[in-house]
C-alpha cells in the first residue's frame, strides 16, 4: 500500500468518523481496549522481537526500557483506552452562535480535523494513546512509529483494528505506516490534500526535520528549556522547593527546569540554600560568573553561553543571577522555548508583570513548571504540550485536535 | 536592513505591544489614519508612479484598477482603520478558568500570536488593512506586498510609521519588505523564530508557494471552488435565485460559486429556469452529458473533467446532474476547496445531513455562499478567509489572530 493509499483510506475513513456518534466511539475504544488484552501473547512475542533486535545493536539500556512492554504495561494501554472513552465527546459542541439582522442564523461548531499524523520515536504506548484521542475526536490517523518498535506497532495497531472491526468502524481509522525508512518520513510530511495536520513527538532532532520538511500544516510540540525565577521578595524555602522539584522530580521531560535565574538582591542569601539542596538531589550546577562567586564553596561548574539553550533533560541546572525582573524576562525570552515559565515571589506587581511579559505556553507563579501536563490541567489526557502559537498552545487534549465549522440556516438570503 | 534584521525588529515591537492597552493601540490607530490622510499627496504620487510603470509593463486594466488609489480610496483606508480601533479588543479575554483539587488557579486567556507575516499581490489598500488588524490584536507584522505596487505600499506604510511614532508605539510594529524579488519571499518564508504565523492572500499561485515553501506556520487562505446543490425538494425559484446570486453578484470573490449540483428528480423541472436566469446573467453554462440533455435547446457548452475542480472566477458555471444528496456530498468533498457550501432543500432531513457531510468552512441552507465574509458574520473586518483546518477555519478576524497562554497561581505548590 502507498502512503498516497493510506491517505486516501484515511480520509475516507475520516469522513464515516465524523458523522459517528459518542457512543459509537466509545464502544470501539472498548473493544480496542479489550483486543489490546486479548492478543497480549502476540503483543509481547513481537516487542520481544524488538529487544532482541535494539540489544543485538546496541542500543542504550534506557531507550531499551521506553521499549520493553509487559503484561502490566500493556494493561496501562487498555485502561488508557478506557480512560479516553470516559471523557467528555468535544464533537458538535456550540462554540458560538448568532441571528444577524438579515436573518441568518449562523453557528460555528466543533467538527474533527479529518486525519492526523503523528510520528513518534521508541515508545509503542504512543501507538495506542494517540490512537485513542483520535478517534475519540472523530479523526483518522496516520502513525508512524520509531524503527526499533515497529513489531511492537504493529502488533498494538493490529489489536486496534480488530476492536475497530468488531465495533463495525473501518479499520483504516489507525492506520500505522510499516516502512519505517528516512525517505517514507519525509513522503508523510507532504501528504497535502490528505493530512490536516501533523503533529511529531520526540527528541529536537525530530521536531525540527518536521518543521523545516513537511508541507502539511504542523503542530510543534515538546521542546523544553523552562526556567525559574527566583524574584527579590520570593519566600527562598518555597523557591528551593520548587527548583528542586521542577528539576530533580523528572528530568527527561519537557516541562522539566534546566535554568534557574536569581534576583541579585536575594542572590546572596537565597542561592547557597538552593544550591545544598540541589546538590544533594545530585544535581551539577553550571553556574555564571557572579553566581558562582556566591557559590564559591560549593561543587560547581562554570556555565558556557550555550548551556542557557540546552534543554539538558538530566540532574544538570544553569544559574545565572540578573539584575532585575526585566533582565529575567528577557533572558527567558531570549533562551525559552515557549514552554513553561515560573517565577517565585511574594510580591503581586511582580507576579502580574512577570506573567504578562514571559512568552510561554504556561505562566506559574509559585508553583513547580512540572504541572504542564493534559492529566495536571484536567483534559484527561494529552497527545504533547505545544510550544507553537498558532492552533493550540500548551497541552493538547481532546479539543485541540478538533477545527470548526459555520452552520448557516437561511430563508432565500441573497447578498445584495 | 536584512530580513533577520526585520525580524529582530519585529520580535522587539511585538514584546512591547503585548503589554500596550486597548486604549493606546486605539489611539496608535487614529493617528495612522490621520496619518494617512495628511500624507494623501505623497501617497497619491507614488501610486501614480507605480500606475505608470505597470501601464509601460502592459499590465492588463483590471489589475492596474486594483492598484490604483484615489483619494476616495484612501479615505477608504483611513476610515477602514478607524473602524478597526472601534471593535472590541480580543486580547486579555479570559476564555477558561479552574481551581484544581491541589489548589492551583489556572486561567487560559487570550495573547496575541507575536509576529505575522502577510504575504499579498497588488492592492496596496491590503497594506493598511492587515496593519490595523495585526496592531489591534497586538501583533507586529511583516508585510511582503506584490512587485506592482511597491511604491504605493511605501508611502502607505511611512504614513502608518507616522502614526505608530506620533502615538508612541514602535515603527517597527508595521514593516514593509521593500526588496520584492521571489528570493526574498523565500526567505520571509523561512524566518522561524522570528514569524509566528503566514497569512498568503492572493491567487492560487502564491498560495501555494507558502505552502510548499514555508517552514514557519501558514494559514491557507482563499481559493473557493464552491457549490450551490439543488436537492430533489427544493423550492425552485429560490434555487435560481440562490445560483445566480452565488455565481454573479462579484464573481471574482472566492465565495462566488462554481459549480451548480442538480439532483435527477428535479433537474427536469429546475434546470431550464435555473439555466434561462444565469443566460439572462451573461454566464457560460458548462454541462455534464445529462444536465445538456435537458439544456439541450440551450446555448451550453460540455463540461471537460478539469472544469469540477475550475475557480473560474468569472461569469461562467459548470452544471452536474446527481443521484442523490449523498453524489453531491461526494462530488463536494473530492473537488471542493473546504471554503462555501450550500444546498438548497425544503427538507429539514436533508439539510441536516448535508450540513453534516459537506466538509466546508462555511456550509449553507438556502442561502447564497457569497455571505462568507467577516463583515457578513459580524467580525467586523477580516484578514482573510482560512481554508484549512488547523487554527482558524472560514472569516479571520481579530480573535483568529490571537494565541492563548495559560497563567497558574499557586502558594508553593510541587509535584509528586
Chains 1, 2 share one sequence.
Not at 69 to 93: C, N, S, Y
Not at 175 to 189: F, S, V, Y
Not at 223 to 251: E, L, Q
Amino acid at each position: 500500500m502507498t502512503l498516497q493509499q493510506m491517505g486516501e483510506a484515511a480520509v475516507t475513513a475520516s469522513r464515516q468518523l465524523a458523522v459517528t456518534g459518542t457512543a459509537a466511539k466509545n464502544t470501539a475504544l472498548e473493544a480496542m481496549a479489550l483486543a489490546l488484552e486479548e492478543q497480549q501473547d502476540a503483543i509481547l512475542a513481537a516487542n520481544a522481537e524488538d529487544i532482541a533486535a535494539a540489544v543485538a545493536a546496541g542500543i542504550k539500556a534506557s531507550l531499551i526500557d521506553r521499549l520493553r512492554l509487559t503484561p502490566a504495561r500493556i494493561g496501562g494501554m487498555a485502561d488508557g483506552l478506557r480512560e479516553v472513552a470516559a471523557l467528555p465527546d468535544p464533537i458538535g459542541e456550540i462554540l458560538e452562535g448568532s441571528t444577524r439582522p438579515n436573518g441568518l442564523r449562523i453557528q460555528k461548531i466543533r467538527v474533527p480535523m479529518g486525519v492526523i499524523g503523528i510520528i513518534y520515536e521508541a515508545r509503542p504506548n504512543v501507538t495506542a494513546d494517540a490512537a485513542a484521542l483520535c478517534l475519540k475526536s472523530g479523526n483518522a490517523c496516520i502513525l508512524r512509529g520509531g524503527k526499533e518498535a515497529i513489531r511492537s506497532n504493529m502488533a498494538v495497531t493490529a489489536a486496534l483494528a480488530a476492536g475497530l472491526a468488531a465495533a463495525g468502524l473501518p479499520e483504516a481509522s489507525v492506520q500505522l505506516i510499516e516502512d519505517t525508512d528516512r525517505e517514507t518520513a519525509r513522503e508523510m510530511m507532504g501528504l497535502n490534500g490528505y493530512i490536516n495536520v501533523l503533529i511529531p513527538r520526540g527528541g529536537a532532532g525530530l521536531i525540527r526535520s518536521v518543521v523545516e520538511n513537511a508541507t502539511v500544516p504542523v503542530i510543534e510540540t515538546g521542546s523544553g528549556v523552562c526556567h525559574i525565577y527566583v524574584d527579590n521578595s520570593a519566600d527562598i524555602g518555597m523557591a528551593a522547593d520548587i527548583t528542586v522539584n521542577a528539576k530533580c522530580s523528572r528530568p527527561s521531560v519537557c516541562n522539566a527546569a534546566e535554568t534557574l535565574l536569581v534576583h541579585h538582591g536575594i542572590a546572596p542569601s537565597a542561592l547557597p540554600l538552593i544550591a545544598k539542596k540541589l546538590i544533594e538531589s545530585k544535581v551539577e550546577l553550571r553556574c555564571c560568573e557572579r553566581a558562582a562567586a556566591i557559590l564559591k564553596d560549593y561543587p560547581i561548574v562554570p556555565a558556557a553561553e550555550e548551556d542557557w539553550a540546552t534543554e539538558y533533560g538530566d540532574y544538570i541546572i544553569s544559574i545565572k543571577v540578573v539584575d532585575s525582573l526585566d533582565s529575567a524576562v528577557a533572558h527567558i525570552n531570549k533562551y525559552g522555548t515557549g514552554h513553561s515559565e515560573c517565577i517565585v515571589t511574594e510580591s503581586k506587581r511582580a507576579a502580574d508583570k512577570f506573567m504578562a511579559a514571559a512568552d510561554a505556553a504556561a505562566v506559574y507563579c509559585n508553583a513547580s513548571t512540572r504541572y504542564t501536563d493534559g492529566g495536571e490541567f484536567g483534559m484527561g489526557a494529552e497527545i504533547g504540550i505545544s510550544t507553537q502559537k498558532m492552533h493550540a498552545r500548551g497541552p493538547m487534549g481532546l479539543r485541540e485536535l478538533t477545527s470548526v465549522k459555520y452552520l448557516i440556516h437561511g430563508d432565500g438570503q441573497i447578498r445584495v
